[in-house]
């Protein structure tokens, strides 16, 4: 196989054949849903990262953290076991919906740059009134969101494990 005919080798813009090449379609959609989740996080928070430093130093400043660092605990044990798993509380919260967010807001992307996928069959079945098709993936789509609640619940029951032990 020669170079020539292969078009993965095909990365440049503009080349003898006038494609469009696939590395660039392909991180322009990425960039686009990368952006956009990226986004919607920065809005529902408004902070930066040294926002959540110092909420994490206020945190360490807490009853409970000198508790424990009164009973005898090393600063690392206190941030690892107290510290970040508050922390991870409301991320967890915020990430389980976004991802449901990236999976259903897939559609308009994948609308948007002509990608096939689950969310470009379903507005083509919308489209062409296909009601199994549109009530397979309704079903997906709801199977896919009560497993990722289920999944943030057990992992709250995972970070809280020790406070109910």
């Known amino acids: ?68 660092r009164a009973k005898g605990l090393s600063k690392t044990t206190v941030i690892w076991k107290h510290a970040i798993r508050n922390a991870l509380i409301p991320i967890i919260t915020i990430m389980g919906p976004m991802a449901l967010g ?3 807001g897939g559609t308009v992307v994948e609308r948007l740059f002509g990608v096939p996928g689950l969310g470009d069959m379903m507005v083509n079945a919308i489209n062409t009134n296909d009601y199994f ?20 619940d057990l992992l709250y029951g995972v970070i809280a494990l020790e406070e109910y032990a």
């Open 1 to 68: 196989m020669s170079k020539e005919n292969d078009q993965s080798f095909n990365l440049k813009r503009g080349s003898s054949k006038g494609s469009v090449p696939i590395v660039g379609a392909q991180a322009l959609v990425f960039g686009t849903v990368v952006g956009i989740f990226l986004g919607i996080i920065a809005a529902i928070y408004r902070n930066s990262f040294w926002d959540h430093v110092t909420t994490v130093i206020a945190v360490l400043g807490s009853d409970y953290i000198l508790l424990a």
């Open 102 to 104: 990236l999976l259903t």
């Open 133 to 152: 098709v549109i009530l397979a993936e309704s079903t997906i789509f709801s199977a896919f969101f009560v497993f990722t609640i289920l999944i943030v």
